[in-house]
T-cell receptor, first 109, second 113 residues
Framework: SQQGEEDPQALSIQEGENATMNCSYKTSINNLQWYRQNSGRGLVHLILIRSNEREKHSGRLRVTLDTSKKSSSLLITASRAADTASYFCATDRDDKIIFGKGTRLHILP | EAQVTQNPRYLITVTGKKLTVTCSQNMNHEYMSWYRQDPGLGLRQIYYSMNVEVTDKGDVPEGYKVSRKEKRNFPLILESPSPNQTSLYFC????????????FGPGTRLTVT
């Protein structure tokens, strides 16, 4: 069963613009993580936000978490061609890890 | 270099022929897991292991087996592969439990005919 669901499924923006993608989940969590995947390769961890945190930054990435709405957002500022990838949120449920279906981000030159 | 390795990277096999996909990590991580990735379904956890000799089912364990005899290794076994197990498989590890970032292997693309 999917815990996290990303929205939108796909997103195309011009280079230099900001990209925002959202994740909604169903049950209470300890933390929420965001990962990036380039074209069928292994996932790369981007950022982890714990349930008692509301916002976290890492370079051009900004993640927010609203536990009352069971949702998170990932903002990528000043997008670059290299940001073209699929982005996944992942939540923990007991000791399991549940991934969403991902958002495919395409940065247009 | 800290890494998770998987072998083989590509495998084509026939229905019913037992196979093993190996996974090894060199970071002394306690938590390891296997995922399959299918178009439109994202990643789904097959099995995970909290530590040596401790394994448990994820969301899609049917048709798979795992073992964790050593901390660094976590092989995935398909006793009798079927075409619906054609998928991209990832192994991952993390320091401890599910509350830490995961490090992923490069993936194994399996085709069962």
């Amino acid at each position: 069963s999917q815990q996290g669901e990303e929205d939108p499924q796909a997103l195309s923006i011009q280079e230099g613009e900001n990209a925002t993608m959202n994740c909604s989940y169903k049950t209470s969590i300890n933390n929420l993580q965001w990962y990036r995947q380039n074209s069928g390769r292994g996932l790369v961890h981007l950022i982890l936000i714990r349930s008692n945190e509301r916002e976290k930054h890492s370079g051009r990435l900004r993640v927010t978490l609203d536990t009352s709405k069971k949702s998170s957002s990932l903002l990528i500022t000043a997008s670059r061609a290299a940001d073209t990838a699929s982005y996944f949120c992942a939540t923990d449920r007991d000791d399991k890890i549940i991934f969403g279906k991902g958002t495919r981000l395409h940065i247009l030159p | 270099e800290a890494q998770v390795t998987q072998n083989p990277r590509y495998l084509i096999t026939v229905t019913g022929k037992k196979l093993t996909v190996t996974c090894s990590q060199n970071m002394n991580h306690e938590y390891m897991s296997w995922y399959r990735q299918d178009p439109g379904l994202g990643l789904r956890q097959i099995y995970y292991s909290m530590n040596v000799e401790v394994t448990d089912k994820g969301d899609v364990p049917e048709g798979y087996k795992v073992s964790r005899k050593e901390k660094r290794n976590f092989p995935l076994i398909l006793e009798s592969p079927s075409p619906n197990q054609t998928s991209l498989y990832f192994c991952a590890s993390s320091y401890r439990a599910s509350t830490y970032e995961q490090y992923f292997g490069p993936g194994t693309r399996l085709t069962v005919t």
